[in-house]
């Protein structure tokens, strides 16, 4: 994987500079650009919205509202920060986690643009990650957590839970929950952030040394 | 809401999983506060990799959905395209922009439409497009430096547009391991190069940042002109016109001065240029 990045935070890699160009094609208005990104990212957005939602037909809206939302509001994105996967991938879980919210009995939501401006789709910060970390790695990283953080983190990613909601659900008081969330999230960030070191053949010794240190200083460039 | 109580709710945020009105107040706290927010970023970046958490199921969907979306696409450009001015016919004069009239900028497209990002009005999404430079770290005054913003964005417009034509190619650009600076260009027909470039370092006494192409097959790079940065770091140029076929580089230097003939200073960025898939 060719990844190269500058001191400023910007995610550099071959594989979200080709869907940034696509997103360029998308936001001039090409259908055969949109085409292309869908089938690239189908199946990842169906099984995302498939299983925060277990409704087929519900998924398959969902996923129809994110990639229009996308097709859209493309043209706010190309200069965002984050990758172009992070970017559509969150669409589909907002909209996701929203219509699972609509479905309950006692809902206000929050009032949200349909789709996530450049500015609330936060940067990917560790750009030689981005696409270097394959679904073992990830797997080894939710190790680090209690079982307690990983089902915390679970219930508000995939479930769309609030942190009450899920203090409710869990029977824990929501002082708990709330550290749960945060320290879980913060286990697998350092864990996330030490595979760098030992994947990536390249960038290992700098990686191990140089960036885990480095506070995230580099992120909000 | 202060700013130490929404930096303690990042990882709720972050997960979706405040209260709405909680949620709503952060929200509305990032983009008026300019104080740096890490923790957002930092956590920010990880909730992407829960969504591929072994154990989620991969399934594929059925390919009734691909032509729901892809009509629903069709009609909505259809749409956009009867409510907009068509752009001047013509080619522009070397060097200029491709519009000869400011290209209205993506959020007042979509105002004049009637379309666009949800239910928020005009304001909300200038607002948008400040928070974009308040996380940006650029601090900017929300008075003064809307106009910038605006400029960018109208930049960015120039480049979509450009890259939507037929023919035309698309670059996105990005720093080297020295540089600093990105952006996203287009090939034009005559092979000029329209660009929307930021986070550049501003240039000081005679520095200037000089675009090249370096077309494939020929390893010399070809000087296409050059462009001064103040302190928002962005940047809207066009290369004057040059052979630059599919798969040519397109690269920013930072020059100590103006005429070079052959990259002096340090590139800061490079991009190669892509002709869509047809």
Redesign the interface.
Known sequence: MNSEFGPRGRVASAADDADRAVLVLVAAGQLDALQELYDKYRVMAYSIALRITADASLAEDVVQDAFLGAWRNASRYVEGKGSVKTWLLSIVHHRAVDAVRRRRPTVELPEREDVPPAAMTLPDIWPEVAGNLDRAEIAAALTSLSDVQREALELAYFGGLTQQEIAIRTGTPLGTVKSRVRLGLLAMRRALIGDVGGGDGGNGEDATGARSSEPGGGALA | MTHDTARGL???Y????????E??AV?EH??TCAE???????????????????G???????AS??D???A???A??AE??AATPTAPAGAPPAGAPRSTVPFPS??ER?ERTG????T?GWA?RIA?VV??V????WNLVLQGQLSDARAYDRA??A???A???PGNQ???L???????????A?VTADGSVVM?L??LPATTGTQVYEAWVIAAGSPAPVPVGGFTVGPTGTAAFTTQPVATPPGSTIALSLEPSAGSTTPRGTI??T??S?A???
């Open positions: 990042a990882a709720a972050v997960l979706g999983a405040l209260e709405p009105a949620e709503t929200r990032l983009r740096p927010h890490d923790e957002f970023a930092e956590l920010g970046g990880v909730v992407p990799y829960l969504a591929e958490i072994p989620l199921e991969l399934v594929e969907p059925p959905l691909r729901r979306i892809m629903a696409a069709a909505d450009l956009r395209r993506a959020a979509a379309r666009g990002a949800g928020l909300a948008a928070a974009i308040v996380l940006g770290g960015v417009a480049v979509i547009d890259a939507g034509k698309t670059v996105v990005t720093p080297t391991k020295d540089g600093r600076g990105a952006g996203i287009a929307a930021r986070d800061v960025a991009g190669v892509t869509p898939k047809s």
